[in-house]
């Protein structure tokens, strides 16, 4: 069965973009993006909320035409048109890129989709994770910490009743200063004797 996986750009104090959505503190360069690209060619879809999937609709579809992208930032943008993509939304009457626009998070639908033959889902956007999170959807959390406190901005995880029990499956240390924490489902599994 394919996994929901988080995957979110975060800054250490917690925040996903800053007050008015600024996102320019993220430290993105040519080895992360290719890590990225890497990592997100073998998904299955794409999973976001409208205002991120508009963000990237935004910039991607034309990013490889830009004589200033990078070698990575045009592999990316390859990836981005050609990968499905489901977005979350009540209110968008259409979207291009290979996009399905679905109103709901209903949990029955989701499983479904994971049920599906094919490559992990990668999910995006704190509305979205934290719509996912109430359902108890989220299989595995890529956190990548970015190494500065912005103060205040959109936190990552909003307040909740709800304990997940997690286990480090993985760290990784990227030259830039970007620390990659990943997280899987339930207590870690014990080795086999």
């Not at 830009?66 to 979207?95: C, H, N, Q």
């Not at 956007?125 to 108890?136: E, K, N, S, T, W």
């Amino acid at each position: 069965m394919r996994k929901i996986i988080l995957i979110m750009s975060v800054s250490l104090d917690g925040y996903i973009e800053g007050p008015n959505r600024e996102i320019d503190w993220h430290l993105v360069d040519d080895d992360l993006h290719s890590y990225f690209n890497e990592l997100l060619k073998g998904m299955g879809a794409f999973l976001s909320g409208r205002v991120t999937h508009e963000l990237m609709a935004g910039f991607w579809p034309t990013a490889d035409t830009d004589p200033s992208s990078t070698g990575p930032m045009v592999e990316f943008a390859r990836i981005w048109r050609d990968m499905p993509k489901i977005v979350y939304s009540k209110t968008l009457d259409r979207a291009g890129w290979n996009t399905t626009i679905v109103r709901d998070v209903v949990p029955d639908e989701v499983r479904a989709l994971k049920a599906q033959p094919g490559g992990d889902l990668a999910l995006s956007g704190a509305d979205l994770a934290a719509a996912f999170m109430r359902h108890d959807l989220i299989d595995e959390y890529r956190l990548y910490v970015h190494p500065v406190l912005i103060g205040r901005g959109k936190p990552l995880f909003p307040t909740s009743d709800t304990r997940v029990s997690l286990h480090l499956a993985e760290t990784r240390a990227f030259g830039n200063g970007v620390v990659l924490l990943r997280y899987e489902r339930g207590a870690r599994p014990q080795p086999v004797a």
